[in-house]
């Protein structure tokens, strides 16, 4: 049994190789009833500003699971900064220590930072189906392992952290503005897992009260039409889906209907 959070389709690419049925976060987050039971389950998610999403620690939290064997895959794009370890330290916190925690390098999807199409060119050299595969192995073995963090990522997390304090949030509500692109066709409403985004006169409106900051409707918008409010991007003209996902899937994974 595997759960899954995805925003842009990386996470629910290594979901789809560890499980053939993986099972979405923001759907099971509607159920009154969140008890599981398997051999074996996990949790695949992408990492934000070095942490689990706390849709998902939030759905962890409040939900009951029994296996013989829970484990993590945090899929991220540059730094992981160390997450498995601090994220099995939350989990101890909550009495759910996981079995395994590892991560996985894919595309960078963090538009405020990377160019999209950049990243593309070097997508070959992360080798992400090699990784999912020695993952997939570890687990079949139960495998009991929490992945260490190198030197050099923990220093870079610690430096993010302090940087964070001096300068404040890397993000300011509002996050989006909505240029004269939108044809209205309400793409942005349906893959926000949080259900933040409405069509008012044909034009989404975005409730930020409890925007995950997963970036789904600005990814995923056809007509480039949502833009950063506040941050310059590098490349405003480029968007980010894996090219093994398909749009409909990232709908029916996080439209909150």
Request: with cysteine.
């Amino acid at each position: 049994m595997v759960f899954y959070f995805t925003a842009t389709g990386n996470s629910l690419y290594v979901a789809k190789q560890l499980d053939e049925a993986p099972l979405s976060i923001p759907q099971e987050m509607n159920k009154e009833n969140r008890r599981y039971k398997d051999d074996r389950i996990g949790i695949v998610c992408p990492l934000f500003e070095f942490e689990v999403p706390s849709l998902v620690k939030e759905f962890i939290a409040n939900s009951e699971f029994e296996a013989d064997y829970f484990y993590l895959v945090v899929t991220y794009g540059m730094h992981h900064g160390g997450v498995a370890q601090r994220t099995q330290a939350w989990l101890e916190s909550i009495g759910k220590p996981a079995d395994y925690i590892n991560t996985i390098i894919m595309h960078d999807n963090a538009l405020i930072v990377f160019d999209m199409d950049q990243q593309r060119t070097v997508e070959a050299e992360k080798r992400v189906d090699e990784h999912i595969a020695a993952i997939k192995g570890d687990i079949a073995a139960k495998k009991a392992m929490i992945q260490p963090a190198p030197a050099d990522e923990t220093d870079f997390y610690q430096h993010f952290i302090e940087w964070i304090r001096r300068t404040g949030p890397m993000y300011a509500f509002p996050l989006y503005r909505v240029t004269e692109g939108c044809v209205g066709c309400g793409t942005c409403t349906r893959v926000c897992p949080r259900g933040c985004v409405r069509l008012e006169n044909g034009r989404p409106i975005h409730d930020y009260t409890r925007c995950a900051n997963c970036m789904a409707c600005i990814q995923a918008c056809p007509t480039k039409a949502i833009q950063f409010a506040t941050v310059k991007e590098p490349n405003p003209n480029a968007r980010y889906r894996n090219p093994h996902i398909a749009l409909k899937e990232i709908i029916a994974a996080n439209w909150q209907r």
